[in-house]
């Protein structure tokens, strides 16, 4: 389970003073031949919500892959844009394009201060790409990151483990869940999902 948090900075008498970027929680799952991936939409600076409704979902490569992303938005947007890149060079497979980013991620001086990680999903396969160089596919085809992401995923495990929700119904109350704990993540959702 992984946590990403960015910062900012703000002045303060006598010096400058640290504030953290805390967002978001983003849940993929895939179940009965669909993966939906889904996000809150808040973004908080320090202790004060700067936005409720952002979304941190997309559909890339035509509509074939889905990208939710934890961490900095500058540096999640700046992320989308050289994934999608690699989706184009590549042919949009999503292994490829997600294994070259990370060399990049990990190779790149400018890209390696960047503080985000991305849940990718296309029809067959679900991915997590960190900054550290990570590429790794879950055992379970349920993934979260973000500081709401462990309570997202805890929640999803049981779900599944339960019920006959569908994947769509599982992230929604995964996310819905994680927002009544974390005080991070809210019930502003986006969900997107594809059919295999």
Do not use: C
């Not at 497979?93 to 190779?107: G, K, M, Q, S, Y």
């Not at 849940?119 to 900054?131: F, N, P, Q, W, Y």
């Not at 599982?170 to 993540?185: C, H, K």
């Amino acid at each position: 389970m992984f946590s990403v948090h960015g910062h900012g900075y703000g002045k303060r008498a006598g010096g400058i003073m640290k504030y953290e970027w805390h967002h978001t929680t983003v849940l993929a799952v895939r179940r009965d031949g669909v993966v939906a991936v889904g996000s809150d939409g808040q973004v908080t600076l320090g202790t004060t919500v700067l936005k409720q409704g952002a979304a941190k979902v997309r559909r890339l490569a035509a509509g074939k892959v889905l990208a939710g992303f934890a961490g900095s938005v500058a540096d999640a947007l700046a992320l989308f844009t050289r994934f999608e890149a690699k989706l184009e060079e590549y042919g949009h497979n999503l292994e490829r394009a997600a294994v070259e980013l990370a060399r990049d991620w990990r190779t790149d001086k400018a890209l390696r201060h960047l503080e985000a990680m991305l849940i990718t999903a296309d029809t067959r396969s679900t991915l997590l790409v960190s900054g550290t160089g990570e590429v790794l596919s879950p055992d379970d085809d349920v993934v979260a990151v973000g500081s709401g992401g462990s309570y997202a995923l805890a929640a999803a495990r049981a779900l599944i483990k339960h019920t006959t929700l569908s994947a769509r119904e599982v992230v929604e109350e995964g996310l819905s869940i994680a927002s009544q704990i974390d005080i991070y993540t809210n019930d502003q959702l986006t969900i997107e999902e594809l059919d295999s």
